[in-house]
């Protein structure tokens, strides 16, 4: 495994900001309100060629009645006992605050290095006051400012001293793996099947709607199978962006999507695919992803002979023309068909990387073209010949020909089922060109 950081501390001291830097873009939702960042955050750091992960934990508060705050406890627990290092920060202007105390003494009894970080220091007379942190018993005190970067040096070196050369690659070949992004609109089930797969509780799961705020990447590894799988807020419609929090979310709702490689769309057996669904879809095939759609809350739904079937058909009608998609009906409490989602997201993974040799595809597609030629145009007759596809990351192939500009769209539709006919391209959108000869 590779190397990892958390970052913990109580609410407003200043993780987003830090991690930002970390990794020199916004990633965390960072507003001046206190407990604005929701749940974790991931991502990976590079200083002087040493890579690891960071982990960037919710606002840290015991002992309260807030859904939320006993919700980030534990996020916090699941830190520490993830991480290789944590980075526990705390703020001069506050000074020590009973938070600061409790914190401190879960970490103390944790066996893994502590990096006491204080931040918002920043001149002469708050490095005096910051002294008072040493109290706190940790071996390794750092006085930073986040928002210009001070300090923020010797505490890599600090850390990225701790990290192996073989910790660093691994952390990169992790970051190599198949990333699925769970996407659909708020209460479809989307954590829930996420804390379902993973089996153990991740992101918080409340019944208020929107309540995942940001993406959160799990690394998975069971039964043989390796993938990050990335948790999105929901996608929503665009009257509802009262608050700009919601607005980031839906940004990095899209942002989750092009990190993705196959993104498993949720939607909720009783209500159908929505009109906002079928955005998302379009969304997402648009940006060349793997699809595979998920229609949760099965158990719930009057079944009778060919229910599912057509569902199926209707749901295909309605995401034409590119339906070329696997389908499943899955019931995330009852853990129903879960499981056989991360197979097809595999598969369609695997698709999506498809590389069909040029002179089987020449084979196989001049054949085709031979049985049914393009429509004459302007008394010339559409010659096709030669195929190859495109070194591109969505599957793509040029068809040479003496007319490029003159195939209309059916017949681009035709080559297309051919190409889906003869080599499985289920779930990917595939993407064709006509060039001159």
């Known amino acids: 495994m590779g190397f990892t950081v958390a970052i913990v501390g109580r609410p407003n001291v200043g993780k987003s900001t830090f991690f930002n830097r970390l990794l020199e873009q916004r990633k965390a939702i960072v507003e001046d309100m206190p407990g604005v960042t929701r749940d974790r955050q991931y991502g990976v750091a590079d200083w002087n060629g040493k890579n690891f992960n960071v982990i960037d934990t919710g606002g840290f508060v015991p002992d309260t009645e807030d859904v939320f705050e006993t919700e980030i406890r534990k996020q916090v627990r699941i830190a520490i006992d993830e991480a290789d290092a944590v980075i526990f920060m705390t703020d001069v202007v506050i000074g020590i605050a009973d938070l600061d105390e409790a914190m401190a003494d879960l970490l103390r009894r944790s066996t893994k290095p502590v990096f006491l970080v204080v931040n918002k ?9 910051a002294a008072e942190f040493y109290s706190l ?13 001070s300090g923020t040096g010797d505490l890599l070196d600090a850390i990225t001293a701790l990290i192996s050369d073989k910790d660093s690659e691994e952390t990169i070949e992790e970051n190599a793996l198949p990333k699925f992004a769970i996407i659909g609109q708020p209460n479809v089930g989307k954590s829930s099947l996420l804390n379902a797969l993973v089996g153990q509780e991740r992101t918080i799961v409340s019944d208020i709607a929107g309540t995942t705020r940001d993406t959160i990447h799990t690394h998975y590894n069971l039964f043989q ?20 929090v919601e607005f980031y979310s839906v940004i990095r709702a899209v942002k989750a999507m092009d990190e993705a490689d196959v993104c498993l769309l949720v939607l909720d057996a009783a209500q159908g695919i929505t009109a906002q669904d079928v955005n998302i879809f379009s969304l997402a095939a648009r940006k060349g992803k793997g699809l595979v759609v998920l229609v949760n809350k099965w158990d719930l739904v009057e079944k009778e002979t060919n229910t599912a079937r057509d569902y199926e058909k209707r749901l295909k009608e309605k995401i034409a023309p590119f339906n070329d998609v696997p389908v499943l009906f899955i019931s995330v409490k009852e853990k129903t068909r879960i499981f056989k989602a991360i197979e097809l997201a595999l598969e369609v993974y695997e698709n999506k990387k498809k590389r069909i040799p040029t002179s089987e595809l020449n084979d196989v597609m001049l054949k085709a073209i031979e049985s049914y030629h393009a429509p004459v145009v302007r008394g010339h007759s559409i010659k096709i010949k030669f195929v190859t596809q495109l070194p591109t990351h969505v599957p793509s192939f040029a068809f040479f020909t003496n007319f490029p500009d ?32």
Request: avoid cysteine; charge should be positive; aromatic fraction near 14%.
């Open 406 to 437: 003159d195939i209309k769209m059916p017949y681009k539709n035709y080559l297309e089922n051919q190409l889906r006919k003869h080599f499985d391209f289920k779930g990917v959108p595939v993407r064709i060109f006509f060039r001159k000869k």
């Open 121 to 129: 220091v920043d001149n002469h007379e708050r490095m005096l006051e």
């Open 137 to 149: 018993g940790f071996e390794h005190v750092f006085f930073i400012s986040s928002i210009s970067g």
């Open 225 to 244: 199978k390796e993938f990050i799988l990335i948790d999105t807020a929901g996608l929503r419609k665009k009257n509802k962006e009262k608050d700009d």
